[in-house]
């Protein structure tokens, strides 16, 4: 997992004048300034981190900004593990309708949510497998899906008892929800019904919707899938509500390690 500390940024305005501007000017009031902003990750190189001194403040102040859009109620777009993806605090009313509104996305059909630790998973939903197994599979592209907590906003997915929850393997996003002290509700970073995107181009018909845009270059998942999501919320059965793309070794994980069996669901 590469450190979020490792990371130079670049900032880049989507209206307007689109020259870079230097990122010790990146800030909370300058935030509020910007429409929309595109806040650029440059990952380090095989030989090390590619950065210059002061990085580290640089990528503080990175998530800091994305941290305070959030908590004001807007949407962002971030990279995960898998494709990219548009977050919201799950506990706002008003910015999971706006992430809806973003996407166009059918109000039934539900949003996950992504947390900074396992120990998160306790808060937010009724855990029905061990911690070790929460271990074996997190952080990675997996979403586990348990029936959800009182704690959790009514107005994410009120459809529903359940709730998936992820842990992208992602340094960055990690570390987002640690400081947002809260669950972020996610969901892939495209119009309802397109591809899924794994570049920031490739929904940038959405940027004028969006407060920030966290680039963190191309993704290395191409096959587009997204995470593979289970439903664990019987006591002893798994049941896959989407393949994904990690399918087969979340599926030798739960039979083989820890005895789980496959319940088909409805038919």
Known sequence: MRSVFSIAVKLVKSRGAHGSVSAQRLGGEMCKELKTKVLRLLPPTSNGPSVHQGSQTDSAEILSC????????????????????????????????????????????????????????YKYCKVTVKTALLGDLLPGPVTLVFERSEVLNTDLNPFTSLVGVRIPDHAFMRRLCQMCGEPLALTSANISSHTSTVAVHEFQELWP???????????????????????????????????????????????????????????
């Open 66 to 121: 994305t941290v305070n859009a959030l908590k004001e109620g807007h949407v962002v777009a971030v990279p995960t593990d898998t494709i990219y993806g548009l977050a919201c605090l799950a506990q706002n009313s008003e910015a999971i309708r706006k992430t809806y509104d973003v996407k166009g996305r059918n109000g039934h059909k539900p949003l996950a949510i992504c947390v900074g630790e396992i120990e998160d998973f």
């Open 209 to 267: 919707k969006l407060a920030v845009v966290v680039d963190g270059g191309p993704i290395g998942d191409e096959n587009r899938l997204g995470s593979t999501v289970i439903d664990l919320s019987v006591l002893g059965k798994y049941r896959i509500i989407r393949p994904g793309c990690a399918l087969s070794s979340t599926v030798d994980v739960l039979e083989h390690k820890y005895g789980l069996s496959e319940d088909p669901g409805e038919a």
